[in-house]
T-cell receptor, first 113, second 111 residues
Framework: DAKTTQPPSMDCAEGRAANLPCNHSTISGNEYVYWYRQIHSQGPQYIIHGLKNNETNEMASLIITEDRKSSTLILPHATLRDTAVYYCIVTRDSGGSNYKLTFGKGTLLTVNP | DAGVIQSPRHEVTEMGQEVTLRCKPISGHNSLFWYRQTMMRGLELLIYFNNNVPIDDSGMPEDRFSAKMPNASFSTLKIQPSEPRDSAVYFC?????????FGNGTRLTVT
């Protein structure tokens, strides 16, 4: 699976958009970009994933560049409860089971009041 | 849906003792995963089951670790004998045909 690079930490003001970048320059054509987050003392939580097109759900938006070498997770209106470590993961989605999820160190997003 | 249920939430034991961690996956999910998280190594995949069968156990650190899934609604991770370096948070996750759903983990401390 392709390796990802994320900034170790970011700050965001409450109510503002949080834009979390991820670099995956070695991504292959059949690899998906997944985002998970981990709030303190909890298990990781799925946020969103995509292959080529931009994706949006009730939690966030995922913007993938045309060359697919980088992506940005957008939390449109960050709240204090969004403070967490955000993981960007690239993996082949084999048979609908993304079992080879390799978690890096992620980005610690701190939302400030 | 209650989500993935792990027990106990916290376990403190002495070196050399046997430790058993338990997991109940989400009903209907056919894949189950055990992860371990430490500050030094982050989240590591230990073993993965599909339809109750172990598929990939390459992440299991050594023979002291074993995992079973006797049926679709229950799995155990056993450490025998336990050592201080096994201290970590152990997560169980399950999946149907999409994303992984994690439990809230078991924090294991081996003294």
């Amino acid at each position: 699976d392709a390796k990802t690079t994320q900034p170790p930490s970011m700050d965001c003001a409450e109510g503002r958009a949080a834009n979390l970048p991820c670099n995956h320059s070695t991504i292959s054509g059949n690899e998906y970009v997944y985002w998970y987050r981990q709030i303190h003392s909890q298990g990781p939580q799925y946020i969103i994933h995509g292959l080529k097109n931009n994706e949006t759900n009730e939690m966030a938006s995922l913007i993938i560049t045309e060359d697919r070498k980088s992506s940005t997770l957008i939390l449109p209106h960050a709240t204090l409860r969004d403070t967490a470590v955000y993981y960007c993961i690239v993996t082949r989605d084999s048979g609908g089971s993304n079992y080879k999820l390799t978690f890096g160190k992620g980005t610690l997003l701190t939302v400030n009041p | 849906d209650a989500g993935v249920i792990q027990s106990p939430r916290h376990e403190v034991t002495e070196m050399g003792q046997e430790v058993t961690l338990r997991c109940k996956p989400i009903s209907g999910h056919n894949s189950l995963f055990w992860y371990r998280q430490t500050m030094m190594r982050g989240l590591e995949l230990l073993i993965y089951f599909n339809n109750n069968v172990p598929i990939d156990d390459s992440g299991m650190p050594e023979d002291r670790f074993s995992a079973k899934m006797p049926n679709a609604s229950f799995s155990t991770l056993k450490i025998q004998p336990s050592e201080p370096r096994d201290s970590a948070v152990y997560f169980c996750a399950s999946s149907g045909h999409g994303s992984l759903h994690f439990g809230n983990g078991t924090r294991l401390t081996v003294t």
